[in-house]
Structures are given as structure tokens and as C-alpha cells.
């Protein structure tokens, strides 16, 4: 029986690199987005073509309701979940200095990067846990949550979007404490500057501070796939004892130098 990967905000960037990576190591992926399922049958059909076995769900994360339909109609179909990989974010609608930002954008960020993202980690845990006590065979299941350097990296023009990374960050924690008693192990893959629709209003600042200033020691921009990597260790059960441990997919961006 295949392995089941629901990745959230997988319709492109990061959270599609994930999905395809999985895909390829043989895991049906359920991608997922806000988008209707016929804004994404062209992509679900290039996973089909490509011989990956492959499902979509609507789901806005920030909603309770659409969080528990996607999880009822996963299990409902599949009878497991194997990996839940919650990607999906989003930045501030406009940068704006944190002396100026609205309370309208902080709650957006947070309700979405940071509220979303942890209860989703509840309501799946609580599902994996009773598939584990089902005793379900060759049931090994994961969390992966997907963070970012803002989570300790300022940026005063979307204090929003840090303060949500950073809030992952320790959620993180949270879970890998709480799980470890039932083997789910829980990780966070923090990326750093990655080319994704996200840093595009802003890759030309990024690429210069990369390339030619060296703030990385890798001299280049992160790309999905270097974000896929790492969650595809950390589904693969070789990494399970180091439960709660940050995988930096950052161009060495984490490194204190001189």
C-alpha cells in the first residue's frame, strides 16, 4: 500500500518541489491549495503523465471546517496519513514598516502561517494517533512543518511574517515533545532565500546580497528542490531519533562568521 503525503500550499514554489520529490520517492501526494480543483487539473495531470500517483483537495488552512473536511475525505479515501507537510504561508500583502503595519495584515499572516499551521498539527495528530492505536500495519507516521530564516532574521518591513516563522519555530517543539510518546516524530525544514513567487517582487536585493556580497556561503539562490531534500530525509525514518531538529535548507545562511 502506498504511503499517503498531504502537502498544503503545494500548487507551486516550495510546497509543489516537495510534492513532486515525494511523489518520485513513491508516495501518493495529495496536493492542496485554496484554488478550486479545475484551476488545478493541468497540474495534477503533468503528476498523472509523469507516472506519480497523485490527488487534489481545496483546503484553506485557516479555516477549522475545511481543515477537518480535508483530513475526513484523506482517511476516508485512503484509510491513512503518513506525512502531513505543512507548507502553506503566505506574506504580508504589502510591506510596510512595523511601525506602520495594520493590525488587518498581522492577523491575516498569523491566522493563516501560524494558527492554521498549528491546528492542522492537532487535528492530524489526533487522526494519526488513532490509526496507531488501530495498530494499521507498516504505519510509521510524520510531521513536517516548513519554517524560514525569518524565524530569527528581522526584517522590519514584514514583522508580521517573522513573528508567524518564528511562532512555527517553537510549535515545532511543541509537537515533537508532545508526539514523541506515540513515534511521530515532528521537524521543521527552514529554508532560507528560496526563487519562489514569494521573493520575486524582491530577487534582484536577494541575488546581489547572495551572489555578489556572499551573506551565504553558498553563491546562490535556494531552489524547491534544495527545500524538497530535506523533507524527503526527514520522511524517509532515518531521521527519527533526531525528532524536533531543525533542517536548514539555507545556503549555510545559519552559519555565524567573522
Known amino acids: 500500500m502506498k504511503k499517503i503525503a498531504w502537502i498544503t500550499g503545494s500548487r507551486r514554489g516550495i510546497g509543489l518541489g516537495i510534492a513532486r520529490a515525494l511523489a518520485k520517492e513513491g508516495f501518493h501526494v495529495v496536493l492542496s ?21 497523485a490527488s487534489y483537495i481545496r483546503c484553506d488552512i485557516a479555516d477549522q471546517a475545511q481543515r477537518e473536511a480535508a483530513l475526513d475525505a484523506i482517511l476516508s479515501e485512503h484509510g491513512r496519513l503518513d506525512l502531513l507537510v505543512n507548507n502553506a504561508g503566505v506574506a ?3 510591506r510596510r514598516d512595523i511601525l506602520e503595519m495594520t493590525e488587518e495584515s498581522f492577523d491575516r499572516v498569523l491566522r493563516i ?3 492554521g499551521t498549528f491546528f492542522l498539527c492537532q487535528q492530524a495528530a489526533r487522526h494519526m494517533i488513532a490509526l496507531l492505536e488501530a495498530g494499521i500495519p507498516d504505519y510509521r507516521p510524520r510531521i513536517v512543518n516548513i519554517g524560514s530564516i525569518s524565524a530569527y532574521t528581522a526584517s522590519v518591513n514584514r514583522g508580521e511574517y517573522c513573528i508567524s516563522k518564528a511562532g512555527i519555530s517553537m510549535a515545532t517543539e511543541l509537537f515533537a515533545d508532545r508526539l514523541a510518546a506515540y513515534g511521530i516524530p515532528v ?12 521573493t520575486a517582487p524582491v530577487v534582484e536585493k536577494y ?4 551572489e555578489e556580497e556572499g551573506v551565504t556561503p553558498i553563491r546562490r539562490l535556494g531552489r524547491p528542490e534544495d527545500v524538497a531534500g530535506c523533507v524527503v530525509a526527514a520522511a524517509s525514518g532515518l531521521l527519527d531519533f533526531s525528532a524536533g531538529q531543525v533542517l536548514h535548507a539555507d545556503g549555510g545562511f545559519h552559519i555565524r562568521r567573522l
Not at 33 to 53: I, K, M, Q, V, Y
Not at 189 to 196: F, K
Not at 207 to 210: A, D, G, N, Q, Y
Open 92 to 94: 504580508p500583502a504589502e
Open 33 to 53: 491549495a485554496t484554488a478550486p480543483a479545475a484551476a488545478c487539473a493541468e497540474l495534477l495531470r503533468d503528476f498523472l503523465e509523469n507516472g506519480w500517483s
Open 113 to 115: 502561517n501560524l494558527r
Open 187 to 198: 521537524f521543521e525544514v527552514r529554508p532560507g532565500i528560496i526563487l519562489t513567487d514569494m
Open 207 to 210: 541575488r546581489r546580497l547572495v
